[in-house]
């Protein structure tokens, strides 16, 4: 459990640094709407921010379950 909340606690932390570098909200000037460019300037399905952030959370969470929970004999 604990190594499976790590890798989780550093997928979230790529995903969300990922997210901040590779992909920005640009204005559509027609439907006043972000919408998500790529670096190679296509529209592409924008994953929320949050997503990378809720990773980080559970991640944390399960480790600190694993670490200092009560086991059950």
Do not use: E, H, Q, R
Not at 19 to 48: E, F, H, Q
């Amino acid at each position: 459990m604990k190594k499976f909340s790590i890798l989780l606690f550093i997928a979230g932390v790529i995903v969300t640094i990922g997210l901040i570098i590779y992909y920005k909200s640009v204005v559509n000037v027609v439907d006043s709407d972000s919408m998500t460019i790529s670096p190679s300037g296509d529209m592409v399905a924008k994953w929320p921010l949050f997503i990378g952030i809720i990773m980080v959370f559970v991640g944390a969470v399960f480790f600190y379950i694993s670490k200092y929970g009560k086991k059950i004999d």
